[in-house]
């Protein structure tokens, strides 16, 4: 029994619905989420993701419509990726002011101009082979790739995307994509690192919806999942090279990462709940393990509890459309 029994009683606090609401210590709201959207070129029709099911490819003829169901929805922020039918050897395209990286960011911002607009800035959907840059001898060249990425970034923020969120995993992309944009007379437009990016298996289904031929594997760019220390590290650097916001990927499996670099910055830190976890839950829930609403909520309390500011969810419109409670 605990010396303080029956004096303390901690159910007291707990007895009623108002009770609960009152002293409950984290919260998620709708204006904390961003939702990630897969836009494709060139298709008539939305494509259905069997991998990540209620997640779909939107056609670019179809994107404004969604970017105002959204926003009418409660969505404040969406994070953006193409499916690019004009794929080559460096992702060109991503750099062409008409391209498809351009023409996402413009519509989104044309249509609902307050909507917040995360350009993820990467290559894999954009080459023939997968990666997130240039190929030589076989590897990743990091240098030739930070320049691509300048460009690219440069591009989507003429487009009028609000941030520029490096997903490529290179060395020194923020500094390099920071100086690109402040030379090209963008130092308004801000970055969110992708700054603890870990080689997960937790992407998998990612690649059918955006697209992805990937061959081979992104460990020699991507961070272990078993380091602790270089993770909280990489965080650090982005911050020093001018990143505005972090952000640790996956979610679930690194609460502990986010605790972490939570306690390390002050700076605005995102965490992003990714397609394996959605899937997970959506497929334990299809086969009656769970109850979605309930884990959905749990999931995102337990990323927020930990620390995170912002939480990149695909579950996003559903919280928006459904509520929280």
Not at 233 to 247: H, K, P, T, V, W
Request: hydrophobic share 40%; with cysteine.
């Amino acid at each position: 029994m605990s010396h303080f029994f029956p004096f303390t009683r901690l159910r007291r606090k707990r007895r009623s619905d108002a009770l609960r609401i009152m002293f409950q210590e984290t919260d998620v709201k709708v204006s904390d989420l961003v939702f990630p959207i897969f836009v494709e070129e060139n298709i008539s029709d939305y494509v259905q993701l069997s991998t990540m099911p209620g997640v779909v490819r939107i056609p670019e003829s179809r994107l404004a419509f969604e970017i105002e169901r959204f926003a009418k929805a409660g969505i404040k922020s969406v994070m953006t990726f193409g499916i690019s039918h004009n794929t080559d050897e460096t992702g060109s395209d991503t750099w062409n002011e008409n391209g498809l990286v351009a023409r996402i960011a413009r519509i989104c911002k044309d249509t609902v101009r307050e909507i917040v607009v995360i350009s993820d800035t990467c290559f894999c959907e954009y080459t023939t082979h997968g990666h997130c840059g240039v190929i030589k001898n076989n590897n990743i060249d990091n240098d030739p790739t930070l320049v691509n990425l300048g460009r690219q970034a440069v591009v989507a923020a003429h487009a009028g995307a609000d941030f520029i969120a490096p997903s490529a995993a290179m060395d020194g992309q923020v500094q390099a994509i920071r100086a690109a944009l402040d030379t090209a007379g963008y130092q308004e437009t801000a970055i969110m690192a992708y700054s603890t990016k870990f080689a997960s298996a937790f992407y998998s289904p990612f690649r059918e919806a955006s697209g992805t031929t990937l061959k081979g594997n992104r460990k020699t760019y991507q961070i272990n999942p078993m380091n602790r220390r270089e993770a909280i590290y990489e965080s650090l650097l982005d911050q020093q090279e001018g990143a505005d916001a972090l952000m640790v990927k996956p979610a679930g499996a690194f609460l502990d990462t986010i605790r972490d670099i939570r306690e390390a910055t002050y700076l605005p830190l995102a965490a992003y709940q990714v397609s394996g976890e959605y899937a997970m839950i959506k497929f334990a829930a299809a086969a009656g393990a769970i109850n979605e609403h309930q884990i959905v909520r749990e999931t995102l309390g337990a990323i927020k509890r930990a620390g995170a500011d912002i939480i990149i969810s695909y579950f996003a419109m559903d919280i928006a459309e459904q509520g929280l409670d």
